[in-house]
């Protein structure tokens, strides 16, 4: 069963920073894609980042290019989102995801590639 579990969420006032991590348990956790997720109330869920298995494939949403850093330590089975320059509009709950399926060198910025999903983290950027 696999199961992932965000933190670092939190409250920050604009252009502040926030880490989110993202600890992976239940299968070989090198073998697959990651992706992060946001989701606001106005909202439906969107893309945000992903990483391959060992970063050689690496996507960002324009809305955070730039400003947001998606990493991984496939020893520590975690994903990281490293936040930078956060907006008002970046308020949202975070989700990582790992990918359906082991397909090499690649991530998706489609939901529908991902079959696990952690709870979510809130984060939630003041002006």
């Known amino acids: 069963q696999v199961q992932l579990l965000e933190s670092g969420g939190g409250l920050v006032q604009a252009g502040g920073s926030l880490r989110l991590s993202c600890a992976a348990s239940?299968?070989?956790?090198?073998?697959?894609?990651m992706g992060w997720f946001r989701q606001s109330p106005s909202k439906e869920r969107e893309f945000v980042a992903c990483?391959?298995?060992?970063?050689?494939?690496?996507l960002y949403a324009d809305s955070v290019k730039g400003r947001f850093t998606i990493s991984r330590d496939n020893a520590k089975n975690t994903v990281y989102l490293q936040m930078n320059s956060l907006k008002p509009e970046d308020t949202a709950v975070y989700f990582c995801?790992?990918?359906?399926?082991?397909?090499?060198?690649?991530?998706?910025?489609?939901?529908?590639?991902?079959?696990?999903w952690g709870q979510g983290t809130q984060v939630t950027v003041s002006s």
């Open positions: 995801a790992q990918a359906r399926t082991y397909n090499g060198g690649v991530c998706y910025y489609t939901s529908s590639q991902y079959a696990y």
């Open positions: 239940g299968r070989a956790f090198s073998s697959y894609a």
């Open positions: 990483i391959s298995w060992y970063a050689t494939n690496i």
